[in-house]
């Protein structure tokens, strides 16, 4: 099972040592790096080169709301899970559409966050219990919403099965077994959405999917 590198920032030292003693039991997740804020974590991303980064939003000097805009548009291949206070439907909106590949609170045990970690490196995205309760109210508020054919979402059919796939949270590599495709082209499907409708990483461009009624 190879080691999967993760940072984490949080202003609040003893939360970073728990966090850290409470993943030790998980022999594939190795911290790589500690940050006190936004600013110290992109400090230290290039030296420590980690897979996934924690991420606190209330800190100083750079609060994790602007250092995750800087990383989606820096290290786009770098994974970030918020993990935090704020159980805000609005900090959900806006940080998976702006670059997070997951949401949890600073409530969840042990096990969840290693799931978490484990996940958007495999997926790209982690959705749990409560971000689904937050796609799904947004998908309902849409459907009431008056239609408009302007702002009407133009996509294909296969694109519309490899957004289905992904949302079962099939890797690349299984989708393109069950499209009877090569896993390059599912990835350039998944790119040339990402560009269209302007997201950042597969979690965006999941919750884009949902929250626009793209998937039956």
Do not use: W
Request: glycine letters at 4%; aromatic letters at 6%.
């Amino acid at each position: 099972m190879s080691i999967i590198k993760v940072a984490i920032a949080d202003d609040h030292k003893i939360f970073r040592k728990g966090v850290i003693l409470s993943l030790r039991q998980y022999t594939n997740i190795k911290f790589v790096l500690e940050a006190e804020n936004g600013e110290d974590l992109l400090m230290g991303l290039p030296a420590a080169e980690p897979d996934v980064v924690l991420m606190d939003l209330r800190m100083p000097v750079k609060d994790g709301i602007e250092a995750t805009r800087t990383i989606s548009k820096q290290y786009p291949h770098l994974h970030v899970i918020v993990l935090t206070m704020y159980e805000d439907e609005r900090f959900v909106s806006h940080l998976m559409e702006n670059g997070a590949n997951g949401y949890l609170l600073k409530s969840a045990d042990p096990a969840e966050i290693k799931k978490a970690i484990v996940e958007v490196m495999a997926r790209g995205y982690y959705l749990n219990n409560f971000v689904n309760k937050v796609l799904l109210k947004k998908s309902h508020a849409r459907t009431k919403s008056i239609p408009s054919l302007t702002n009407e979402v133009v996509i294909s059919d296969k694109e519309r099965e490899v957004l289905r796939l992904l949302c079962m949270e099939f890797t690349a590599t299984e989708i393109a077994q069950k499209m009877e495709i090569s896993p390059r082209t599912v990835e350039a499907i998944k790119d040339r959405m990402m560009e269209r409708y302007n997201v950042k990483n597969t979690a965006g461009l999941v919750f884009f999917a949902v929250k626009n009624n793209l998937i039956d």
